[in-house]
């Protein structure tokens, strides 16, 4: 129960990434941003948007930590162990989206073949940390777990798209 209402809270950070992902197709299209790819290129656009993707992120999670014994209060009293979870949550949501960012910044030969392989090892990676890290911090393995596999899959993709021609 701690974990799932830890879980729903900081879902609002699934909410932040899939806003901007939403933003992200309409404003690639203004004339605006193509006069900015023009002027400055893709690579730079894409370092300052995951840069501030980053630290909106980061911003997110500090208020979700100051913010969660108040967050929690939203649910009976015997949930209110719940509050240290949130911060984790929140930050397993946002690596959720700093994966699926640098996949849509990057560009490289075979991006898909890629993606798909990244996504297998996060799973893998996911399912291995979790094996180890539940049954030793319980909820917060969990949480845990799940951070690291998609940063896993963000570190592979993000070397490939280093080692790219562009």
Do not use: H
Request: net charge positive.
């Amino acid at each position: 129960g701690l974990y799932r209402l830890a879980n729903r809270v900081g879902a609002f950070l699934d909410y932040f990434t899939a806003a901007l992902f939403m933003a992200w197709m309409p404003l690639g299209r203004t004339p605006t941003f193509a006069a900015a790819v023009a002027e400055r290129g893709k690579e730079v656009l894409g370092g300052k948007f995951i840069t501030y993707f980053i630290l909106g992120g980061l911003l997110l999670v500090l208020l979700m930590t100051v913010a969660a014994d108040t967050l929690v209060r939203i649910a009976p009293p015997s949930y209110a162990a719940a509050a240290p979870l949130i911060p984790l949550m929140g930050a397993a949501f946002l690596s959720y989206g700093l994966f699926v960012a640098i996949f849509r910044i990057s560009s490289f030969p075979r991006k898909v073949v890629a993606y798909i392989a990244a996504c297998i090892a996060s799973a893998a990676i996911f399912l291995l940390s979790a094996l180890l890290l539940i049954p030793w911090l319980g909820a917060y393995g969990a949480g845990t777990s799940v951070c690291i596999g998609f940063l896993t899959g963000t570190a592979g993709i993000t070397y490939l798209s280093q080692r790219g021609p562009n």
